[in-house]
């Protein structure tokens, strides 16, 4: 009975790995085929594989550039979430103060709340200001929802480190920034890398802020993939290259920061 389920479950396993797995073959198998071939035919593999999708996005202009903003202001979104988080969340940690768990809730809720909402103040405002178009700008809005989920997940990691080590290190002489750098956050590592993993996968797959936000010069890859769409009709080779480009940053993200994702699970708030 025991081998019966033992094999019954790893049946399980393995299906639900290949319907895991199918959307992302299918959409690699029909960047190698033609508009021809995906639509006149069907098939497990491509009958004729080319490269001309893949080309396509390397070679032209407004598809690479799609690729270099994306990554650009999402790399700057991660960098700033981390770093106005760490010393909000220890002050949560460490510090009780008149209105913290108020002050805690309404960090939440603006990350609940729907981007659209947000969506036209930030229009005009960037208008105005000159940031509209810019990477900065959709890195900057971006916080409004990056910056609650790092306090909250840093907070989580944070409480668990005891604060007999802050005032041990007060005792031995340490200043509070060579206790902040060396001490404290090498023992909240993990927490930093699932907080930076969150941050930047938001980031990444966000398409409203990035979209309104940005015309020319900014724009991110997921509105150039729009271009597909031309009156004769839908480009389905060009955009599953593009699809599968658009995983490969998520992927070697969650790569880089797996073991600390696995800890994040086990220990922090995540």
Known sequence: MTDRRRWTNALIMVLYFI?????????????????EEILGTFSLWPRNPTLANYRTIFTDPAWYSGYINSITYTSMNTVMSVAIALPAAYA?????????????????????????????????????????????????????????????ILEGFMSGVPK??????????????????????????????VTAFFAFMFSWVELLLARTLTSVNAKPIAATMTRTVSASGMDW???????????I??????????????????????
Do not use: C
């Open 19 to 35: 319907l895991l797995m199918l959307p992302i073959y299918w959409m690699l198998n029909m960047s190698f085929k033609t508009n």
């Open 92 to 152: 949560f940690s460490r510090y009780n103060f008149l209105g913290d768990n108020h002050l805690f809730f309404w960090l939440l809720t603006n990350r609940m709340a729907p981007a659209a909402v947000f969506l036209l103040p930030f229009f005009q405002l960037y208008q105005n200001i000159g940031l509209y178009d810019t990477h900065l700008a959709v890195a900057l809005a971006h916080l409004l929802f990056n910056v609650p989920l790092s306090v909250w």
């Open 164 to 193: 007999e080590i802050d005032e041990t290190a007060a005792i031995d002489g340490y200043s509070f920034p060579r206790f902040f750098f060396r001490i404290f956050i090498p023992l909240i590592r993990s927490g930093i890398g």
């Open 237 to 247: 080779g060009l955009l599953a290259a593009a699809g599968v480009l658009t995983i």
């Open 249 to 270: 940053p998520g992927a070697l993200v969650i790569y880089f920061v797996r073991n600390y994702i696995a800890k994040g699970f086990a220990l922090g708030r995540v």
